[in-house]
Each structure stands twice: as structure tokens, then as C-alpha cells.
T-cell receptor, first 115, second 114 residues
Framework: GNSVTQMEGPVTLSEEAFLTINCTYT??????LFWYVQYPGEGLQLLLK?????DKGSNKGFEATYRKETTSFHLEKGSVQVSDSAVYFCALSNAGGTSYGKLTFGQGTILTVHP | DGGITQSPKYLFRKEGQNVTLSCEQN?????MYWYRQDPGQGLRLIYY???????QKGDIAEGYSVSREKKESFPLTVTSAQKNPTAFYLCASSDSGGSGNTIYFGEGSWLTVV
């Protein structure tokens, strides 16, 4: 079956530090990969996505590259801000069979950025 | 504004009661989903629907029921058979069930058993 594993949190950084949140996946075929962000008490917002190998998704200074050879989709940002404090979820979507169209999520990584 | 509206935001349920969470979308999306989120865990799929009058069980459907009588509405009923219903429930929708299409989420509903 499909599965997503994220690095253990929480992650605490100072403002302007470099961020990496690791994400690896297990899936058959060619899944699409996503990063979602959840601010306190809110639903999830799409941060970025990549639909095929070697694609790079980017948004708001965040980037992630779809690496099929290492089955990874690590999230990076060069300089974090206090407003980036949130929970980040890595997810995959795999068409076909009973998993058609549904997202499989990692457990989430809590990021706290201090001034 | 286009989006997904969930109600109520907070709901308290007594033991043995059924409760229904509302989800309405005006994005004209074909597919809709219900997820459950527990503290410190990722989201788990309860039910999903790709077209009107059709829906499929997700990974944790036991104790839940849904209907899809209209394209824009996908209510979730948490029945008394659900042993541990206290959680954050998220409704979502997408253009279709294809793996590359983005799934959009509502603001969520908190359900607490008292």
C-alpha cells in the first residue's frame, strides 16, 4: 500500500534559518506528491506539489523536488519567518484501483520559528 | 467567494447520539472527501465520493455514514457506533479523482464527546 514518512518533530528554528523537513514515500506506480500547511485551528492549505519525477514545486519561498530514485520529496526554505510557524504535511496521491484520487498523509511536522 | 464551508465549527455530542457535520462547496468539484485528524497524527480518510449518488469507504469508515444527493453537499454522520469520535474533521473537494489534481480543504469541525 501507500505510505508517507516525515521527519520527527517538532522543529524549532530562529528567524532567517534554513529549513529542511524530510519526507519519503512508498507507493506503486507514479504518484503525485504534495506539501500542505496547517495553521493553528484551521484547515489545510496546499503549499506546493509535483506530479512527476524531477519536477520541482515551489511557493512562498518553499521548494521540494520529486526524487523517484530516493522516493523523497523534502521541503526546504532558505530563510524562515515567524509567520511560517505551522504544521506541515507531506502527502501523496496515487490514481488507479481503490486508492484513486485519495491523499495519503504523513504524520505532520510542527515548525516553530522564534524571532 | 468560492470555497468549502463546514459547519458547525464546534460540536459536542453526548454518548449514544448521532451527529451530522455539514460540508458545502461552491467550486463545482466532482469529488468530495472526509478526513479525520487526531492530535499528533496525520489525516485519515473516512469516506470519499467521485460523483453524485456514489461514495466509497476510506480507511476508517466504521461508525460513520455519508450521503451525496447533491454535487455541492457531502454531509458526514458520526454514529453512536463510532467508539472514539472526538477529533478534528476535515472536508475536502477536488476537480476529479485524478492523482495530480489538487484537493482543497475546508476549515474543519471539532467534535467532542461529553
Amino acid at each position: 500500500g501507500n505510505s508517507v514518512t516525515q521527519m520527527e518533530g517538532p522543529v524549532t528554528l530562529s528567524e532567517e534559518a534554513f529549513l529542511t523537513i524530510n519526507c519519503t514515500y512508498t507507493a506503486t506506480g507514479y504518484p503525485s506528491l504534495f506539501w500542505y500547511v496547517q495553521y493553528p485551528g484551521e484547515g489545510l492549505q496546499l503549499l506546493l506539489k509535483a506530479t512527476k519525477a524531477d519536477d520541482k514545486g515551489s511557493n512562498k519561498g518553499f521548494e521540494a523536488t520529486y526524487r523517484k530514485e530516493t522516493t523523497s520529496f523534502h521541503l526546504e526554505k532558505g530563510s524562515v519567518q515567524v509567520s511560517d510557524s505551522a504544521v506541515y504535511f507531506c502527502a501523496l496521491s496515487n490514481a488507479g484501483g481503490t486508492s484513486y484520487g485519495k491523499l495519503t498523509f504523513g504524520q505532520g511536522t510542527i515548525l516553530t520559528v522564534h524571532p | 467567494d468560492g470555497g468549502i464551508t463546514q459547519s458547525p465549527k464546534y460540536l459536542f455530542r453526548k454518548e449514544g447520539q448521532n451527529v451530522t457535520l455539514s460540508c458545502e462547496q461552491n467550486l463545482n468539484h466532482d469529488a468530495m472527501y472526509w478526513y479525520r485528524q487526531d492530535p499528533g497524527q496525520g489525516l485519515r480518510l473516512i469516506y470519499y465520493s467521485q460523483i453524485v449518488n456514489d461514495f466509497q469507504k476510506g480507511d476508517i469508515a466504521e461508525g460513520y455514514s455519508v450521503s451525496r444527493e447533491k454535487k455541492e453537499s457531502f454531509p458526514l454522520t458520526v454514529t453512536s457506533a463510532q467508539k472514539n469520535p472526538t477529533a478534528f474533521y476535515l472536508c475536502a473537494s477536488s476537480d476529479s479523482g485524478g492523482s495530480g489534481n489538487t484537493i482543497y480543504f475546508g476549515e474543519g469541525s471539532w467534535l467532542t464527546v461529553v
